[in-house]
Structure formats: structure tokens, C-alpha cells
């Protein structure tokens, strides 16, 4: 089946410090990918659409500045929190659609730790 | 806006039936899908639903109803290791994906 490799799967970084989270689809073309973010024991939260060749698109409250998104290729998206506080401590979630019965494969995940 | 409502937690027996309900209001509405996330892992995809009906993989089944904005989850035979988090979520026109807070389903033997 369609898989989304996402990694580091746990990071750990000092405040002010900026974090790259990447997110590959492997054996298939994702034009359009999805970050969430979800705080424990909460619901997942989408921040925003990673849209290949062109700009990303930031749900309502959303730093576009402090989340900086870039889908260079059609198998690519990458998340940069940029000077990270312990606020953005949370855990990551990348998803694509695969085209099959619309199901939407999710990457592994990746917690973050600002300390 | 949109908003998904389903219940917090749930708890059933190991081998009996559950059924998790989801009311939505959304805009643009394509489909209700079902997520189950076990602690410290993504969500793994169940079952989508785009038109009204019952649609059923193994011990998992899905219902939809539009004209009442409500679906529902069904587990059957239920096992340990089926105590987990589940999420609706609905699909926009946007072709975003909206999830619900989540029904955590605690499984007693």
C-alpha cells in the first residue's frame, strides 16, 4: 500500500532553535500534503495544505512565518518550525491522499521537545 | 463552520459490539471517514463513507446518513488491542480532511 515516510520520528531541540520534519511519499505522487499538529490527548489539528510547485495555504491562526512549508517535488514536503518555544512542543503528523477509496495515509509522526 | 461531535470515551467488554457516533456540520460535505490512533502512533485509516449506507471491512463497519449529518463506527468482537483513539473526520471541498476530537475506547476483559 501507499506509504508516507516521515522522519526524525522524535526530535529534542533548545529554545530559538529552528526543526525540519520531512515527509516523502514513497511509491507514489502526492501533489498535495497535509500537516496536523496534536497536542496530547487532543484531536489533530490541521495547519495547513503543502501544495507542490507553489505556496503553501495556513489554516486560520497559523504563523506562516514560524511554520515554514515547502513541497519542492511531487514526492517532497517539508515542515521547519523556526525558533522553536517550548509551546510548539507537540507531535507532527504529515498525511496524503492516495488515491485509493480516499483513504489518507498519515506519516509516522514526529514529536517534538522544545527544551 | 465545521465541527464534528462524538463522545470522549467509551468502554465495552472484550467480545461485545460498540458503536461510536459522529454528527457533523460541515461545509461542502464529500465523505465521513474513520481514523483509529493508538498512543504514541499516527492514525491509521478504517473506512471512508461518501454516500448513505453501511459499508463493512471485517469486524469494522461504517454508516452514513447526509440527510442527518451522522455516521457511526461499529466494532464487532471486540479485542484488547482494539482500545484506542478513534476519529471521524469529514472530507471538504477543499478536499481537506477535518477530524473529531476523538473517541477514546477503553476495552475491558
Known amino acids: 500500500g501507499a506509504v508516507v515516510s516521515q522522519h526524525p520520528s522524535w526530535v529534542i531541540c533548545k529554545s530559538g532553535t529552528s526543526v525540519k520534519i520531512e515527509c516523502r511519499s514513497l511509491?507514489?505522487?502526492?501533489?498535495?500534503m497535509f500537516w496536523y499538529r496534536q497536542f496530547p490527548k487532543q484531536s489533530l489539528m490541521l495547519m495547513a495544505t503543502?501544495?507542490?510547485?507553489?505556496?503553501?495555504?495556513?489554516e486560520q491562526g497559523v504563523e506562516k512565518d514560524k511554520f515554514l512549508i515547502n513541497h519542492a517535488s511531487l514526492t517532497l514536503s517539508t515542515l521547519t518550525v523556526t525558533s522553536a518555544h517550548p509551546e510548539d512542543s507537540s507531535f507532527y503528523i504529515c498525511?496524503?491522499?492516495?488515491?485509493?477509496?480516499?483513504?489518507?495515509?498519515f506519516g509516522s509522526g514526529t514529536r517534538l521537545t522544545v527544551v | 463552520g465545521q465541527s464534528l461531535e462524538q463522545p470522549s470515551e467509551v468502554t465495552a467488554v472484550e467480545g461485545a459490539i460498540v458503536q461510536i457516533n459522529c454528527t457533523y456540520q460541515t461545509s461542502g460535505f464529500y465523505g465521513l471517514s474513520w481514523y483509529q490512533q493508538h498512543d504514541g502512533g499516527a492514525p491509521t485509516f478504517l473506512s471512508y463513507n461518501a454516500l448513505d449506507g453501511l459499508e463493512e471491512t471485517g469486524r469494522f463497519s461504517s454508516f452514513l446518513s447526509r440527510s442527518d449529518s451522522y455516521g457511526y463506527l461499529l466494532l464487532q468482537e471486540l479485542q484488547m488491542k482494539d482500545s484506542a483513539s478513534y476519529f471521524c473526520a469529514v472530507r471538504n471541498r477543499d478536499d481537506k480532511i477535518i477530524f473529531g476530537k476523538g473517541t477514546r475506547l477503553h476495552i475491558l476483559p
Open positions: 498525511s496524503a491522499h492516495t488515491g485509493e477509496n480516499y483513504g489518507y495515509t
Open positions: 503543502s501544495n507542490e510547485g507553489s505556496k503553501a495555504t495556513y
Open positions: 511509491d507514489f505522487q502526492a501533489t498535495t
